[in-house]
């Protein structure tokens, strides 16, 4: 199993930023995927999570209407677009899936002005 996070960076409030996630090793397009973040001092937590098709999203509330989830199942990839960044979106972003618990390595996102 290997997820491969990357796209984050050190970015400006109300920027943007677009994360993926590689896949591989696993059924990628038949299970539900989902992005976790992880700040300094809070325990990591719950993002975004997208079903198998694509057609159903949940998202937490702080991010609602700025962040969207999506995924192309042909290159077993997952996104997170995320707009209208704050600084308190700052954290190590990661993709999983909650049928195995593997956590990639994760990409640093810091809002900051």
């Known amino acids: 199993v290997q997820l491969v996070e990357a796209g984050g960076g050190s970015v400006q409030p109300v920027g943007s930023l677009k994360l993926s996630c590689v896949a591989s090793?696993?059924?990628?397009?038949?299970?539900?995927m989902s992005w976790y973040r992880h700040a300094p001092g809070k325990e990591r937590g719950l993002v975004a999570q997208i079903g198998r098709y694509g057609s159903q999203t949940t998202y937490v509330d702080s991010v609602k209407d700025r962040f969207t989830i999506s995924r192309d199942n042909d290159k077993n990839t997952l996104y997170l677009q995320m707009n209208n960044l704050k600084p308190e979106d700052t954290a190590m972003y990661y993709c999983?899936?909650?049928?195995?618990?593997?956590w990639g390595q994760g990409t640093q996102v810091t809002v900051s002005s």
């Open positions: 090793g696993f059924g990628f397009s038949i299970v539900t």
């Open positions: 999983k899936t909650p049928y195995l618990n593997y």
